[in-house]
């Protein structure tokens, strides 16, 4: 019996596997699932920082892609598509579960764009000691963590998949759809913010 998804010379592209299965071929969609398990899923990991809710949200990611599979532009790119659906979908959770794991403020931030190293706290002040047993309060991080989650949206998410979950700059790029230099300058702005809010609230500067 002859194979009925005989393989291509080259393989196929996301687009192809998206457009045959618009064509009624279910076993390009398991194709697209397959290709995009294992870096989804890590995706969706360090943006939720839950595992079981990465499982569900990458369900919930493909499941929109087969609802919404016949209004992709084929002309485009599938990857920034896939991964903006299920950026939306990990932000919808976030909202819905207030609680976030923290992290310590000197942790490095991405640095692909010629700032390798650079921490959170290098953005909020160069010569800034932070004592490492201060952050290892519980209460410092919940008084970070209440800062963190009043500030406006645009800024607290570019928090979370900077310091939350280390996402490297050219990852926030593509999935804010930002370019690298608005990248940059919004984390300034969201560190620059968090300091002052925290000022505002507490009377001192972090430390």
Known sequence: M???H????????????????????AWAFDQLIERYQLELFHFLIRFAGSR?????????AFLQVHLSADTFDTDKKFKPWLFTIAANKARDYLRRNQRRQTMALSAPIGGDIGEEGQT???????????????????????????????MPEHLREILVLAYFHQFPYREISEVLGIPLGTVKSRLH?????????WKNRHGRDFE
């Not at 005989?6 to 071929?25: F, I, V």
């Not at 702005?189 to 809010?197: K, P, R, S």
């Open 2 to 4: 002859a194979n009925p």
């Open 6 to 25: 005989p393989q291509p010379t080259q393989p196929y592209s996301d687009e192809q596997l998206l457009m045959l299965y618009r064509q009624g071929n």
């Open 52 to 60: 079981q809710a990465a499982e569900d949200l990458f369900q919930e």
């Open 120 to 150: 959170f706290v290098d953005l909020l002040q160069a010569d800034m000691e932070l004592p490492p047993e201060q952050l290892g309060r519980q209460e410092t991080r919940q008084l970070v963590q209440a800062i963190v989650m009043e």
């Open 189 to 197: 702005t969201a560190v620059a913010t968090f300091a002052q809010q």
